[in-house]
């Protein structure tokens, strides 16, 4: 049983009314919690462990004391949320391709956030409040998946994925690639899809744009490493979906605010000419009392 399954089954015996529940049952009430549910005391003490999404929130806004802007709280809390429930997955692993789609995913979607100065903030506070997780390393190794796909057309891209080859630098990723298509228990995750997709768009701009040779391409690199083609296909349409709704936002925004700033132009004009008209009021009065 996952580990997530098992921290949600332990919450639902917490609960008030489950505890009434077996109390109400003579056959239960005397039930060990392990009997219960089918768990060893090993598998509850592993659950009583776990961290809590609560838990990761909490550290999040210890890193980062600053408020969050309203309309980018979610994209965070979203972002946190996923990232949180991989990181207590048994099956999941840390590896650069889901480093890349981290990085893209909070960069996209965080575009234009004011204060610029907080984002860098805000990135550090997502990755150290995930299981204590080092920003620097997913920066780096982002980085360097960005500078691989600038090596290869969408073709060498797809070719390399499927059967990958030495390339000065990058041996943990072509170990990491061979792993991936041999582990059936492989926990795949949209920020990996992403990840996947983002080499793609960076190899071949044209290619990842057409929909038809995108879909192609993503249905090669599936095969190669054994994902889940229909999940990501979905995963990877509703990611652009939120980034077009995301963009339509921010331009929303960026209008409303050169709008309050002429108005303000215009309240500081009227006030200046309003100024100006009673300064010269009073110089005649002025010039007509001398004389």
Same mark, same amino acid.
């Given at each position: ?10 919450? !639902? ?21 392990? /009997?219960?549910? +089918? ?15 609560? @838990?990761?929130?909490? @550290? !999040? ?30 099956? $999941?692993? %840390?590896?650069?391709? %889901? ?9 996209? $979607? ?7 100065? @907080?984002? /860098?903030?805000? $990135? ?6 995930? +299981? +204590?997780?080092?920003p620097q390393q997913y920066q780096h190794d982002a980085e360097r998946m960005q500078a691989l796909a600038k090596q290869f057309s969408g073709k060498e891209l797809m070719a390399w994925v499927a059967s990958p080859t030495h390339? @000065?630098?990058?041996g943990d990723v072509q170990e990491s690639l061979q792993a991936i298509a041999h582990n059936q228990q492989f926990k795949y995750s949209r920020l990996f899809g992403i990840g996947l997709f983002t080499l793609l768009e960076i ?7 057409? &929909?038809?040779?995108?879909? &192609? ?26 980034? /077009? ?19 303000? /132009? ?5 006030? +200046? ?19």
């Open positions: 049983m996952a580990i997530e399954t098992l921290s949600i089954a332990l919450h !639902f015996w917490r609960s008030r009314g489950l505890r009434d529940a077996i109390a109400s049952k003579p056959s239960l009430a005397n039930t060990p919690i392990s /009997e219960t549910m +089918g768990l060893s005391s090993h598998q509850i003490l592993l659950v009583n462990n776990v961290r809590t999404v609560s @838990d990761t929130k909490r @550290d !999040f806004y210890i890193h980062h004391t600053r408020p969050i802007n309203s309309i980018y709280r979610r994209v965070v809390e979203e972002l946190m949320v996923e990232m949180h429930l991989l990181s207590v997955n048994a099956d $999941f692993h %840390y590896d650069p391709i %889901y480093a890349l789609g981290v990085v893209t995913s909070f960069e996209r $979607f965080m575009q234009g956030y004011r204060p610029e100065r @907080d984002k /860098e903030s805000i $990135f550090k506070a997502l990755c150290q409040s995930v +299981g +204590g997780h080092n390339v @000065d630098g990058m190899s071949e701009p044209e290619l990842a744009k057409d &929909e038809k040779q995108r879909n &192609e391409a993503l249905k090669q690199l599936c095969e190669a490493l054994h994902l889940p083609t229909d999940k990501l296909q979905k995963d990877l349409d509703l990611y652009r979906n939120n980034l /077009e709704k995301m963009i339509q936002i921010q331009l929303v925004m960026e209008d409303a605010l050169k709008a309050e700033r002429k108005k303000r /132009e215009q309240r500081s004009q009227e006030s +200046g000419t309003v100024g100006t008209a009673q300064n010269a009021d009073n110089s005649k009065d002025e010039a007509t009392s001398g004389s």
